[in-house]
């Protein structure tokens, strides 16, 4: 056997977080040939490398897990509603234990190539050590937050410091106690992180760049009587997850107490005594009492203030109050943030927090972080700086499709996919989650799950029928591209001012281009299931 054939296979799988391992299973129950190729040492993709403290999901893990199979789903047990990254990251490692999925992965090697021969219609993919695989298929389960962003500031190789990426977090874990700590960002990474390492910080300064609308996670242990109720009733769960907006049901997380819910109304029809009367009430949960927040940007500029009036009622000291209001974008512009405590954080002595809108970051040196107004003393400084999101993993490896085309030259204005399953020039490349599919937007468990389920039905399909290449048509491609960015339109998410990393906006020089489907898990998964029906509209299917 030559080394070429040892190492050919149906597919190679590029990533061993929930896509890859779900897609090496599935490609084996189906009696395919597949190797999952991995950066780091073991399974779990973002819960192996976000180790970073307070790190959890914010979505109910009853519903952010596998439903494939019933076993794993009936015997698995999370201790919270919302579980922590260690809970994950061992959900993970059970996953690849119960199924034997490592024996089909190998790791500490990072893809740097895939080329795709036309002659023989297979993936010639390259490892950073040196290897070459050989594949049919190429399946892109790269991630979709997976690139961590470091923001070049002069002077950071001089610090003398420790300094971490929140998306690259050591392993080992990180001992913070009795250290002056200095955190930039204030996403959802940045978020979670914060109170927890204050807990154990000596000193902690937050330099915030743009202030965020974060809203109580309402994390607890998960209830024996919940789980029984989950597990009795997971296929029904299933099903309501997988047709709806954004891959959640809820189930048995938003019983009303008693009674029917209270009519929804419009804010802008609300006097402001009967809105202060209503947060005094509802607290955060004030914006689902309003019908028109998320579709009116009026009306959100109003639910603005009464977030803003929340901050204040909050954060004791009416300055650090005001810096950590956001204002001039709206509510749901950008991914939702949730927290644990995050605004009471700032009611502590050593916590400090630092307007980086009124002196920007000027310089690291050796021992402190100095912005154009001040010098901070820091032992640790952590980026929680988020990520070139959708595109940024599958942009450094260099993919060449028909014609030696580069896929980063194709994307230089922005991505551009079928159903983001497939690109044209790309024949038989594949990726899960990709830019043009809910992705992002949804419970990532659930868009995860369908992508594997469509593209091994498709292989089957193709091998059923001795096809040999499947390729996205670009007109197809032109007209998802198109329908995608109509659908986005009007919302929140594309609103003036709002600058999302959704839109590439958190990446200099990124092409501006709202990258994920906003129409919803159900509607896009009977988009896909309507294109099976008809033949695989849109793709072309060859013989050779
Ligand atoms: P990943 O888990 O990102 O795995 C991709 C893998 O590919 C990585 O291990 C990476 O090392 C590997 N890889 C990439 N490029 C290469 C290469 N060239 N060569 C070799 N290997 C490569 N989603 C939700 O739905 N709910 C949540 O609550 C939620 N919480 C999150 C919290 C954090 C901190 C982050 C960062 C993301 C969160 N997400 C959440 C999104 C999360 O990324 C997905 O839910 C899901 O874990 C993605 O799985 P994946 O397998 O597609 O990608
Ligand atoms: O990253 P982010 P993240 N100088 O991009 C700031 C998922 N996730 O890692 O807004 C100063 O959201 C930046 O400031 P600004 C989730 O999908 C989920 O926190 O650009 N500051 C911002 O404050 C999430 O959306 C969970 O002005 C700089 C921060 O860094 C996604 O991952 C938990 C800067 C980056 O925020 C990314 O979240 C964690 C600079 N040069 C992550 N550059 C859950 O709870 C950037 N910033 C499920």
């Known amino acids: 056997m030559t080394k070429?054939?040892?190492?050919?296979?149906?597919?190679?799988?590029?990533?061993?977080?929930?896509?890859?391992?779900?897609?090496l299973y599935r490609l084996r129950q189906l009696g395919m040939s597949a190797i999952v190729i991995e950066a780091g040492d073991d399974v779990g993709g973002t819960w192996y490398w976000n180790r970073y403290p307070g790190a959890r999901c914010d979505v109910p893990t009853m519903e952010y897990s596998f439903g494939f199979s019933k076993e794993l789903e009936q015997e698995w047990r999370w201790s919270e509603t919302m579980s922590a990254q260690p809970e994950i990251l061992e959900y993970a490692n059970h996953v690849a234990?119960?199924?034997?999925?490592?024996?089909?992965?190998?790791?500490?090697?990072?893809?740097?190539?895939?080329?795709?021969?036309?002659?023989?219609?297979?993936?010639?993919?390259?490892t950073d050590q040196g290897e070459h695989y050989h594949a049919s298929f190429c399946i892109m389960a790269t991630g979709c937050l997976s690139v961590p962003h470091t923001p070049e500031i002069d002077g950071q190789s001089d610090f003398a410091g420790e300094i971490y990426h929140t998306g690259r977090w050591p392993k080992e874990g990180v001992d913070l106690s009795g250290k002056r700590v200095g955190i930039i960002g204030t996403g959802s990474s940045a978020v979670q992180a914060i109170p927890v390492i204050a807990e154990t910080a000596a000193e902690l300064t937050i330099f915030q760049r743009t202030p965020g609308y974060t809203f109580p996670a309402n994390n607890k242990p998960l209830g024996a009587k919940q789980e029984k109720r989950y597990?009795?009733?997971?296929?029904?769960?299933?099903?309501?997850?997988?047709?709806?907006?954004?891959?959640?049901?809820?189930?048995?997380?938003q019983?009303?107490?008693?009674?029917?819910?209270?009519?929804?109304?419009?804010?802008?029809?609300?006097?402001?005594?009967?809105r202060q009367a209503a947060l005094e009430k509802s607290g955060f949960g004030v914006f689902r009492v309003y019908n028109d927040v998320?579709?009116?940007?009026?009306?959100?500029?109003?639910?603005?203030?009464?977030?803003?009036?929340?901050?204040?009622?909050?954060?004791?000291?009416?300055?650090?109050?005001?810096?950590?209001?956001?204002?001039?974008?709206?509510?749901?512009?950008?991914?939702?943030?949730?927290?644990?405590?995050?605004?009471?954080?700032?009611n502590l002595d050593h916590v400090k927090l630092v307007d980086l809108q009124q002196s920007g970051i000027d310089i690291i040196t050796a021992k402190a972080l100095h912005t154009t107004q001040a010098e901070y003393g820091l032992d640790v400084l952590i980026y929680a700086t988020g990520f070139d999101a959708m595109t940024g993993a599958l942009n450094q490896i260099n993919i060449e499709g028909r014609h030696a085309k580069r896929l980063k030259d194709k994307w230089q204005d922005g991505p551009r996919a079928y159903l983001g399953l497939q690109i044209h020039g790309y024949p038989n490349l594949f990726t899960i989650t990709g830019p043009g599919s809910p992705s992002v937007l949804s419970n990532m468990l659930v868009s995860i799950e369908q992508h594997v389920e469509w593209i091994s039905d498709c292989m089957t399909h193709?091998?059923?029928?001795?096809?040999?290449?499947?390729?996205?048509?670009?007109?197809?491609?032109?007209?998802?591209?198109?329908?995608?960015?109509?659908?986005g339109k009007g919302t929140m998410l594309q609103a003036p001012n709002c600058n999302s990393w959704y839109l590439g906006a958190n990446i200099e020089g990124k092409p501006r281009v709202f990258m994920p489907y906003v129409g919803g898990v159900g509607r896009?998964?009977?988009?896909?299931?309507?294109?099976?029906?008809?033949?695989?509209?849109g793709f072309s299917l060859l013989k050779t």
């Not at 091998?463 to 960015?485: C, G, K, R």
């Not at 896009?524 to 509209?537: G, I, L, S």
Request: charged content about 30%.
């Open 524 to 537: 896009y998964r009977r988009k896909c299931e309507e294109v099976v029906a008809n033949d695989y509209q």
């Open 4 to 23: 070429q054939d040892e190492n050919t296979f149906d597919a190679v799988i590029v990533g061993a977080g929930f896509a890859g391992m779900y897609m």
């Open 462 to 487: 193709m091998q059923e029928n001795q096809y040999t290449e499947i390729e996205a048509e670009l007109a197809a491609e032109d007209e998802w591209v198109e329908h995608v960015s109509q659908v």
């Open 294 to 346: 998320y579709t009116d940007l009026q009306a959100n500029e109003v639910a603005c203030e009464l977030y803003r009036d929340l901050v204040k009622q909050l954060v004791n000291d009416p300055q650090v109050a005001e810096t950590l209001s956001p204002k001039g974008y709206p509510i749901g512009c950008k991914r939702q943030v949730f927290d644990t405590n995050f605004y009471e954080t700032f």
């Open 231 to 253: 597990k009795e009733s997971y296929p029904e769960v299933r099903e309501m997850q997988r047709n709806s907006p954004a891959g959640i049901s809820n189930f048995g997380m």
């Open 97 to 126: 234990d119960i199924f034997d999925l490592r024996s089909g992965m190998h790791f500490n090697r990072r893809v740097t190539d895939a080329k795709y021969d036309e002659q023989t219609c297979r993936w010639r993919v390259s």
């Open 255 to 274: 019983q009303p107490k008693s009674g029917k819910p209270a009519p929804l109304k419009s804010i802008l029809e609300t006097s402001h005594e009967e």
